[in-house]
């Protein structure tokens, strides 16, 4: 897990090639200003979900995990709390393939940070996350979808 300012995202390309990418399209677009939906950047591989999320207590929030991709979550217009547990110390439970993520409703965190707009939390496959964690009733995102 790595949490950070955005513009320091550029120090982060040399762990994964695609998020040179990332960089790129933040550079050129307002990710404030996109469409909400998914935004492919490089097919399968990379893209990016503007959306708008509800914001939940830490109960409420649910803890996931994905096998395949990164995470590279950004709140836009409010603070988001983020969850964080390792995969080590998760317990087993079932993975839906077809959309890379297994949930663990009711598995708390063992530790909490909170980014506000201008702020990325990156999540790698061995990073348990629980995102949407606020205390208002919607917090608009940009979840970038990276290949690990």
Same mark, same amino acid.
């Given at each position: ?12 390309? #040399?762990?994964? =090639? &695609? ?16 469409? @909400? !939906? ?44 983020? #969850?964080?547990? =390792? &995969? ?16 663990? @409703? !009711? ?42």
């Amino acid at each position: 897990m790595i949490i950070d300012t955005l513009e320091n995202l550029k120090y982060y390309v #040399g762990i994964n =090639p &695609l998020f040179a990418d990332v960089v790129k399209f933040i550079e050129e677009n307002d990710l404030a200003a996109l469409e @909400p !939906g998914k935004h492919l950047i490089k097919d399968k591989d990379l893209f990016v979900n503007i959306t708008t999320a509800k914001g939940k207590t830490q109960e409420e929030a649910v803890m996931e995990t994905h096998r395949n991709m990164i995470d590279i979550q950004i709140p836009l217009d409010e603070e988001e709390t983020f #969850g964080y547990i =390792p &995969l080590e110390d998760m317990p087993e439970q079932e993975y839906n393939a077809e959309k890379d993520i297994t949930k663990y @409703p !009711g598995l708390p965190g063992s530790s909490y940070v909170t980014c506000r707009p201008g702020m990325m939390a990156i999540f790698f496959p061995q990073d348990g996350h629980q995102p949407c964690i606020a205390s208002v009733p919607e917090i608009k995102k940009a979840i970038f979808k990276v290949k690990a």
